[in-house]
């Protein structure tokens, strides 16, 4: 054996055991079975050798790398590496000029596979859209952000997009059991056994990253003294230590994701899901004052004037999360959480705003003020006629009286239109019965 096969053996031995766990094939792959498993579209063209420009995108630990590695035993093709972050053009053009000369002397395809690909420079894209326009390279992006807002659209539009999904429980499983068994790159030789309720811990732990999972375990197994029968005995404690707290990854998409999702329950009046989305923003990091915001902005939006009282509990959770802060806070920000989605919904205060700036936005010429509207709060007011003709409203009956309020060029135009929900019902009666007085019937 060379010298370079030795230190790339030894290599291999001390690497974590996530990456020596890695298969080499597509029958020992572990997930995406919606783009890999039988028959599916990736797996024919990787086994046909017909794949071309795509993009892995999904969280880590899913196996974009893996796959990509895989791709690279399974063709025939030449494969090299990048990383966006540490690659620059002049290495890139280095990479297209010997991609050509093997495509022309030697008729083989190389891949390129791109680490980190939404880091590319709008420059780095740019050095690269000739080559995969005739086919000098085939890329492989790799990626955690959504390609369709992290990346050039130019390369996007070339490529194929594959999304990856966190694993299973079940691929969690498979890949802890495959570390216990296999003899050479694993724990085969050894005795270990995992303790039922260890599997879970493991598996909750990992968040559906398998690196996470087998990342735990090693730590777990290489800590753990055997006892007198040789024997590494995983438990339950043992497994949680080693995991210690789950990991969410929180991208921006997935915060954006996962904001959207809470926003939605909240207007949908799912008080649960709303608490999930919640508790799993404010777990991943999230500033509670984000969450205390939309609260406000969705007790008007999608509450109103059904509950009013909605707008009390927002503001008063916005405060307590100034006040107090975090952990105490989540206390005050749930209590306004279930008070908005139970709440009976409105979206007549949102409707109502929306209309009303349309028509300052959109609208022509705007009439002056009608006289009997004007101020009278300074001296000779009366010289110009300001205020004449107006009718004090608590003078009358029911404290209402019909007169114009309106902007003279917007007469008969309604914006605020009460729903039949909670109080607004009253408020509806009332619009009612005006508009009976108006009529004069």
């Known amino acids: 054996m060379e010298k370079s096969d030795l230190f790339s053996a030894s290599f291999q031995k001390q690497a974590p055991l996530a990456d020596r766990m890695r298969p080499h094939s597509l029958d020992r792959f572990i997930g995406q079975e919606h783009i890999v498993g039988p028959g599916r579209l990736l797996r024919r063209a990787i086994l046909t050798d017909s794949l071309w420009s795509s993009i892995f995108f999904g969280p880590p630990g899913t196996g974009k790398t893996t796959l990509a590695n895989i791709i690279a035993e399974t063709t025939g093709a030449s494969f090299v590496r990048m990383n966006a972050v540490s690659s620059g053009v002049k290495e890139l053009r280095g990479v297209i000029e010997h991609a050509a000369e093997e495509l022309r002397f ?33 890329f492989i992006g790799s990626t955690t952000e959504n390609p369709m807002i992290a990346m050039t659209s130019a390369i996007v539009s070339r490529c194929r997009v594959f999304q990856f999904y966190p694993l299973t429980a079940d ?24 303790d039922a309720d260890a599997y879970e811990t493991f598996i909750a732990l990992s968040n559906g990253d398998c690196r996470n999972a087998l990342n735990a375990l090693e730590l777990a197994v290489l800590t753990t003294e055997p006892d007198e ?5 995983i438990t339950k404690a043992i497994a949680a230590e080693s995991g210690q707290r789950k990991v969410m990854q929180f991208d921006d998409q997935l915060f954006y994701d996962m904001l959207s999702a809470f926003c939605k329950s909240l207007r949908g009046g799912d008080s649960d899901a709303a608490l999930a989305w919640f508790s799993r923003l404010i777990y991943a990091g999230c500033d509670p004052r984000i969450i205390a915001r939309r609260l406000i902005a969705h007790a008007s939006e999608d509450v109103g004037m059904a509950n009013p009282q909605a707008m009390v509990q927002a503001v008063a959770a916005a405060q307590a999360v100034e006040l107090v802060g975090l ?3 989540r206390l005050s920000l749930t209590q306004a959480i279930i008070f908005i989605c139970e709440s009976p919904k409105s979206n007549s205060v949102a409707a109502a705003m929306s209309a009303a700036f349309h028509d300052t936005e959109t609208g022509g010429v705007f009439e002056p003020v009608p006289i009997h509207l004007r101020d009278t709060h300074y001296y000779g007011s009366e010289r110009v006629g300001a205020g004449a003709g107006y009718k004090y409203p608590h003078d009358y009956p029911a404290h209402w009286v019909q007169q114009q309020y309106m902007p003279t060029e917007l007469l008969g135009r309604r914006y605020y239109d009460p729903s ?20 004069g019937k």
């Open 106 to 138: 030697h008729g083989k395809p190389t891949y390129l596979l791109l680490d980190e690909c939404h880091r590319w420079s709008k420059a780095q894209s740019d050095a690269l859209l000739p080559a995969l326009e005739n086919g000098t390279v085939r």
């Open 171 to 194: 691929n969690i499983r498979t890949a802890i059991d495959q570390a216990l068994t296999d003899p050479e790159n694993g724990f085969g030789n050894r005795k270990v056994t995992l």
């Open 229 to 233: 029968t040789g024997t590494v005995r």
């Open 327 to 329: 952990p105490e806070a």
């Open 420 to 439: 039949d929900q909670g109080q607004e019902a009253k408020i509806r009666e009332n619009h009612i019965r005006r508009d009976i007085l108006r009529s």
